[in-house]
């Protein structure tokens, strides 16, 4: 193979699966944003600069 040969075939990979990859991470942070369970934690953080006490975890 040439060195362009290569360059285009390591260019389709990290385009194609890079675009996967990066896709794949978002879904899993708006995932673990969105879970039900953590609405608590994020209802706290909202309300914390109009409060002086501390954010429990």
Request: aromatic residues 14%; charged residues 20%.
């Amino acid at each position: 193979m040439t060195g362009d040969a290569v360059h285009d075939a390591v260019l389709v990979f990290s385009k194609t699966w890079g675009a996967i990859y990066l896709l794949v991470v978002f879904l899993l942070a708006a995932l673990w944003t969105y879970w039900p369970g953590r609405k608590s934690i994020y209802e706290a953080a909202a309300q914390s600069p109009l409060t002086d006490e501390e954010i429990k975890q």
